[in-house]
């Protein structure tokens, strides 16, 4: 163990720590010494100043994604969870293998691993779904935290990992707590995205019925782009900084093209509040004529397109793991763009349909063409949409058997995670309880009532006895 830095920020004591795991654990085991090559595991551990040297109960946060770091607390409430769980815990907060300070995969890794083959390339980030996770983690349980077991929060993607968790080691954990993320189990990629196109429908157009006027902004924007020839095919879809547009695309401020495609993800946060009023904001912006009112003449203004590249960029690995989170152990057949498939069946979708629709959740093939920072992921993606083994991850019949108490806020209208797969999951799965509400949407978790739900429902119960 490494301690990096220990420092004060508003209302929280916190550590910065790292510890060494192997980049693959085939033939090693957490809590022992490990062969071949290894990554850094980077976490930090938050406390409430005026406990930082009490004996608490440990809680680790298991992140949402896939690829996205550990919380970076600016105080206690600006995640709302946290407020609370400092209350009770010693809080832990890694970053998961490949992301934050984690030995971070991004573009430069793809590229450097290039010369070695796409082969070698999606073998390389296989070493970055959920059983090499759930590893890292026990392995940091027993050598860190002296094999003391410590209670669970998921979050998204975290909720997934809670399962495979549970799956592999549930004795390393005291409790569970998951929002948003119960995973169907047996899991499925196509399965998913059928679920999720239609209620992408419903919410672009509960954001037209609520901005009745951006509707013919957005299809004005898209018109625009799709007069333009069409480079979805092209190996060569970026342009320097320098240039606006490329043969009539315009350019956002990274050299990527906006293409009518980029413009539906920005429904990517549909699912979050107050996303209609973000995007609504963004739309409002796009003119730079005049008084920006909506005018096909008129150039995008800079502001528009900064916006639309901030508004979807991405963790480095969020996209080129999306839907290998539901690659669990061999497959029947191989996941092969599962999102798109499910695109293509519904026309509704077409960058031509008016009005246009938002896309959610959803990867795509052009993205790794399109997008600068995907571009090096290409070849490995290829070869993994082709591919048939994965690790295993989750263990149904653990599962069914689970002792560990496990509390899970399911959120009814749940535009990434669908609630009655959620449900469905749970029914098989031992001394789980959940809580449905259409109060909130999916990161519910961030504002100051949820976990606080969750703690007190589990501590009525007595699943917390042991630990408070």
């Given amino acids: 163990m490494a301690l990096l830095a ?22 090693n085991r957490p809590g022992e010494g490990f062969e071949g090559p290894s990554l850094s595991l980077f976490y930090r551990i938050v406390a409430a100043p005026e406990r930082v040297h009490d004996d608490m109960p440990l809680l680790v946060f298991l992140q949402g994604g896939p690829g996205g770091a550990g919380p970076r607390p600016l105080n206690p409430s600006s995640d709302g969870w946290m407020a609370e769980a400092i209350k009770h815990f010693r809080v832990i907060l ?80 005291a409790a569970s707590f998951t929002t948003g993320g119960i995973p169907h189990v047996p899991a499925d990629a196509t399965e998913v995205y059928e679920h999720t196109f239609p209620r992408m429908v419903t919410k672009t157009e509960q954001y037209y019925q609520r901005y009745p006027l951006d509707a013919q902004r957005v299809a004005i924007i ?3 782009l799709s007069e333009v020839a069409d480079f979805r095919d092209s190996d060569s879809v970026c342009v320097t900084a320098a240039k606006s547009t490329f043969n009539g695309i315009p350019a956002l401020p990274n050299g990527d093209l906006l293409t009518v495609e980029r413009l539906q993800t920005l429904g990517g946060n549909f699912g979050m509040k107050p996303s209609f009023e973000r995007l609504h904001w963004i739309v409002d912006s796009a003119f730079a004529d005049g008084d920006g009112s909506a005018c096909p003449d008129s150039p995008l203004s800079d502001t528009f397109l900064a ?162």
């Fill in 222 to 224: 898209a018109d625009k």
């Fill in 6 to 27: 220990r420092y004060y920020v508003p209302g929280l004591a916190v550590e910065d720590r790292s510890i060494n795991v192997p980049l693959d654990w085939r033939g």
């Fill in 307 to 468: 916006s639309v590249m901030n508004a979807t960029a991405s963790n480095p690995l969020y996209w080129p793991l999306q839907e290998f989170i539901y690659a669990d152990g061999e497959l029947e057949r191989p996941i092969a763009w599962a999102a798109q498939r499910v695109r293509d069946s519904r026309p509704e979708f077409a960058p031509s349909h008016r009005p246009l629709m938002f896309t959610g959740e959803a990867m795509f093939p052009w993205m790794f063409r399109q997008e600068k920072a995907l571009q090096p992921f290409r070849p490995a993606m290829d070869v993994l949409m082709a591919d048939t083994r994965f690790d295993k991850i989750y263990d149904a019949e653990q599962l069914k058997r689970n002792e560990v108490p496990l509390e899970a806020g399911v959120y009814f209208d749940d535009m990434y995670v669908d609630s009655g797969m959620q449900l469905d999951t749970l029914s098989r799965v031992g001394n789980s309880h959940y809580w449905v509400t259409n109060e909130f949407e999916h990161d519910g978790l961030h504002g100051d009532k949820v976990f606080g739900h969750l703690y007190r429902e589990a501590l009525d119960r007595g699943d917390l006895a042991d630990l408070i």
């Fill in 94 to 173: 890694p970053d998961q293998r490949g992301t934050g300070r984690s030995s971070c995969v991004d573009s430069n890794v793809m590229r450097r691993l290039e010369p070695q083959g796409a082969q070698t390339q999606a073998d390389y980030l296989k070493r970055f779904l959920a059983g090499s996770i759930v590893r890292d983690f026990e392995h940091l349980r027993r050598t860190e935290f002296g094999g003391r077991r410590w209670v669970t929060l998921g979050q998204s993607y975290g909720g997934f990992l809670t399962l495979s968790y549970l799956s592999l080691f549930p004795q390393g954990v």
